[in-house]
């Protein structure tokens, strides 16, 4: 049921994430009055990945002690420090997207504007997070699971934010509604495979 609901929704996300940018980009430049914005995204687009992997370290610290420990057979304490890593992973992630939107917003000059500012930081903020996932490769089943509910929380930031007018921290709930829903799928994911082959090493790619 999930995997028919993510491939209808995946087409037009794939969709958003491949041309959004590009279009909010362009749209930016014709309006003519947001160039420090531009930069600042082009800037970040470039560099915050860099940042990004730096405060991830916990994170991945975390993932890696549990997995030594579902190495070692103590699986209970294995599971816990894997689920708290990605939880910390996430919480990266949500503190910079809710960086960005509200960077964006601080920069709105008109109301007729909102929608392609919110767009062009949908794609900033997802840009860099869809790069790093890209690097390891399409058969880590916890990066696409991630990568996709990330996107999904932002697009509906976008929309919410842009035409329904709901503030940052009310639409950043739906967010963390998609990001607490990826954490618990990928949890399930590794004890499914860890339970079917014992080891997690496709999910760990």
Same mark, same amino acid.
């Given at each position: 049921?999930?995997?028919?609901?993510?491939?209808?929704?995946?087409?037009?996300?794939?969709?958003? /994430?491949?041309?959004?940018?590009?279009?909010?980009?362009? @749209?930016?430049?014709?309006?003519?009055?947001? @160039?420090?914005? %531009?930069?600042?995204? %082009?800037?970040?687009?470039?560099?915050?990945?860099?940042?990004?992997?730096?405060?991830?370290?916990?994170?991945?610290?975390?993932?890696?002690?549990?997995?030594?420990?579902?190495?070692?057979?103590?699986?209970?304490?294995?599971?816990?420090?894997?689920?708290?890593?990605?939880?910390?992973?996430?919480?990266?992630?949500?503190? @910079?997207?809710?960086?960005?939107?509200?960077?964006?917003?601080? /920069?709105?000059?008109?109301?007729?504007?909102?929608?392609?500012?919110?767009?062009?930081?949908?794609?900033?903020?997802?840009?860099?997070?869809?790069? #790093?996932?890209?690097?390891?490769?399409?058969?880590? %089943?916890?990066?696409?699971? #991630?990568?996709?509910?990330?996107?999904?929380?932002?697009?509906?930031?976008?929309?919410?934010?842009?035409?329904?007018?709901?503030?940052?921290?009310?639409? #950043?709930?739906?967010?963390?509604?998609?990001?607490?829903?990826?954490? /618990? @799928?990928?949890?399930?994911?590794?004890?499914?495979?860890?339970?079917?082959?014992?080891?997690?090493?496709?999910?760990?790619?």
């Amino acid at each position: 049921m999930f995997e028919k609901l993510i491939l209808i929704i995946g087409v037009p996300l794939m969709f958003v /994430n491949t041309f959004g940018g590009i279009v909010a980009l362009i @749209w930016l430049i014709v309006i003519g009055d947001y @160039w420090y914005l %531009i930069g600042a995204g %082009i800037f970040s687009l470039f560099f915050s990945a860099f940042g990004l992997a730096i405060l991830m370290l916990p994170s991945t610290g975390l993932q890696m002690l549990g997995f030594r420990l579902i190495q070692k057979k103590q699986k209970i304490f294995g599971f816990i420090f894997m689920y708290l890593g990605n939880l910390l992973l996430l919480a990266v992630f949500s503190a @910079w997207i809710l960086y960005v939107f509200y960077f964006g917003l601080i /920069n709105v000059q008109k109301e007729s504007d909102l929608f392609v500012v919110m767009l062009w930081c949908y794609g900033v903020a997802t840009g860099p997070i869809h790069w #790093m996932a890209s690097k390891e490769g399409g058969e880590s %089943i916890s990066t696409q699971i #991630m990568t996709f509910f990330i996107s999904l929380g932002c697009l509906g930031m976008t929309l919410m934010i842009s035409f329904f007018y709901i503030n940052i921290f009310s639409s #950043m709930l739906f967010f963390i509604l998609c990001v607490f829903f990826s954490i /618990n @799928w990928m949890a399930y994911e590794a004890y499914r495979q860890f339970k079917l082959y014992g080891t997690l090493e496709t999910l760990k790619k």
